[in-house]
């Protein structure tokens, strides 16, 4: 839309020139003014020189063929200077339109370069319309995501045009929801709001952009389901995390006078189902912020010379809807820099200086939180100083954070999860959990205590009894198998990373007591 009004504005294009436009579902045809509105005038071609097509079309024949449609204004494009707009056309560049072809050939063709003529294609994949050949070939300028002040302006309009009410305070709500989306895409989301519940809802229009999000095909905006309520044990974590994390964050204005730097990024690591990807969940709810998952693999698209554009459409979006907490698991799924050489490596090795110049930009506004199980395949350039602001080891769970896991579990604590009926009155069965089936979980991850209990209800469902008891958790604990040199070798290995990476040595101490682990990883 801005477009048009301001191709048909400018003194260049609009007052100087014919404006043709080829819409997929409008066919070619002329921009034009008419009062208001900007309107597509339809091209119509003379019909066939047999009577029978003269008496199929008095009026002549509309251009719906996208290739006729080039082919047509292909002749204007060359005799005077004149405009032409492409828009919503197919984004599928396996399915030769003629595009590519005809791009190529305007480019560098002398006569529509002498005339001036101009051609703008609008679509919101780039990478999905042209090559890498033709993107050398064209100018490409990227439409930011739009301002508060635009947004706030563009849901006041829509809504006196729909007759919606929209009071003060539900603006300043919708204003910050719709953060990240361009204008066009913020008008469709209002209108499909409003044309299924007559009114602008802010929880459907969340979920809307959400699926929006989505199709960038690297983010994922979720509201934060788990608070730190939902997490059993992992108390010095939790401590230190509301201490050097939520309320620096929620007091910046006292932290800046202090010369405290607000802290953006975090490095967890540790083995598989230590909660690190839950923490992450939790801190976006405990200090408000939407959770964005960045999807990593889906950086490295099937398209050679994608990757890069996907990267940068991924974090300039990321930016727009933050502050936010942007979650990265598997953070060392980036790679290294010095792998070894052909061109989807370099590609690779871009998308890495992207994310890790990201990381280090001192304005950045996204709170990264990054994962891994192997710290120890993680990039130098991750770890250094001014790239994580902390870097915190996830061991497995000491014996009273193991008995915490499994309350969580079973509803007692925490809001996420229903309240299992227990066979024994609360104290008596948590007793018996502590003195018979802990002691038998050593080494479990936290993900194996929540299996634990998902089995113990299983049992009791099984044997039709109303209520989950003591024998079920006996039975749920000896199906278990793990390997226990597996474990004790990973958390020797956590620990050494753990050494390495931060220099926090009170911190780890305090760690190691809670997870009940010595100085050599043994317990
Ligand atoms: P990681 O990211 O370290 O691989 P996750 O956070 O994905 O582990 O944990 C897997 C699941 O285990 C979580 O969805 C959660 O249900 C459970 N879990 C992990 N840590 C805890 C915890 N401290 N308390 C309760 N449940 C936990």
Redesign the pocket.
Same mark, same amino acid.
């Given at each position: 839309m801005q477009i048009k009004s301001y191709l048909l504005d400018s003194p260049d294009y609009g007052r100087a020139a014919r404006i043709w436009v080829y819409d997929q579902w409008e066919g070619l045809g002329h921009l034009e003014r008419r009062g208001d509105e900007v309107v597509i005038e339809p091209f119509r071609k003379e019909a066939g020189s047999s009577a029978l097509a003269k008496k199929v079309s008095e009026e002549g024949v509309r251009v719906a063929d996208f290739k006729a449609a080039l082919r047509h204004v292909d002749h204007h494009l060359k005799a005077s200077r004149c405009v032409f707009l492409i828009q919503n056309i197919s984004e599928n560049r396996e399915h030769d339109t003629g595009l590519l072809s005809a791009l190529k050939a305007w480019a560098i063709d002398p006569q529509v370069i002498a005339t001036g003529s101009v051609v703008f294609v609008v679509t919101s994949a780039v990478e999905r319309v042209l090559d890498d050949f033709t993107r050398e070939l064209v100018v490409i300028i990227t439409v930011d995501p739009s301002s508060r002040e635009e947004r706030g302006r563009l849901i006041l309009s829509t809504a006196r045009e729909l007759e919606v009410t929209v009071p003060d305070e539900q603006l300043t709500e919708l204003v910050i929801a719709t953060a990240g989306l361009n204008l066009h895409q913020l008008e469709s989301i209002l209108l499909e709001t409003y044309f299924t519940e007559k009114r602008f809802s802010v929880g459907r229009i969340k979920v809307l952009k959400s699926e929006l999000v989505k199709k960038s095909g690297v983010l994922e905006v979720t509201d934060p389901r788990a608070t730190f309520e /939902?997490?059993?044990?992992?108390q010095v974590i939790k401590d230190f995390i509301i201490r050097y994390i939520i309320n620096v964050l929620s007091r910046p204005d006292r932290a800046r006078k202090l010369g405290v730097p607000l802290p953006r990024g975090l490095l @967890?690591f540790? $083995? $598989?189902? %230590?909660?690190?990807? @839950? *923490?992450a969940n939790a801190l976006a709810s405990e200090i408000n912020l939407p959770f964005i998952n960045f999807v990593t693999e889906n950086i490295y698209s099937k398209w050679l010379g994608e990757s890069g554009q996907n990267m940068k459409n991924a974090i300039r979006l990321a930016e727009k809807m933050s502050p936010a907490v942007v979650f990265v /698991?598997e953070i060392d799924r980036f790679g290294k820099r010095s792998q070894a050489g052909d061109s989807a490596s370099e590609e690779t090795r871009r998308v890495f200086s992207q994310f890790l110049e990201w990381l280090g930009r001192p304005d950045r506004e996204a709170i990264i939180v990054g %994962?891994t199980?192997v710290p120890e395949h993680l990039d130098e350039a991750f770890t250094r100083t001014g790239r994580f602001d902390y870097k915190i080891p *996830?061991l497995y $769970?000491g014996q009273a954070?193991r008995l /915490?896991?499994m309350r969580?579990?079973l509803g007692i604590v925490?809001g996420s999860r229903p309240r299992v009926p227990l066979a024994q009155d609360e104290e008596t069965l948590m007793n018996y959990l502590k003195e018979r089936v802990v002691p038998k979980t050593v080494n479990f991850?936290?993900?194996e @205590?929540?299996e634990v209990v998902t089995r113990a209800k299983r049992s009791a469902f099984d044997r039709a009894a109303e209520a989950v008891g003591p024998e079920d958790f006996d039975g749920a604990v000896r199906s278990f198998r793990i390997d226990v040199r597996q474990r004790e070798r990973a958390i020797r290995e956590c620990l050494d990373q753990a050494r390495r990476l931060t220099d926090d040595q009170a911190f780890l101490d305090d760690i190691q007591a809670e997870m009940e682990v010595g100085d050599r990883g043994d317990r």
């Open positions: /939902d997490i059993g044990g992992y @967890l540790g $083995p $598989p189902g %230590t909660g690190k990807s @839950l *923490f /698991d %994962t199980n *996830f $769970p954070a /915490d896991i969580v579990h925490g991850s936290c993900a @205590l929540e």
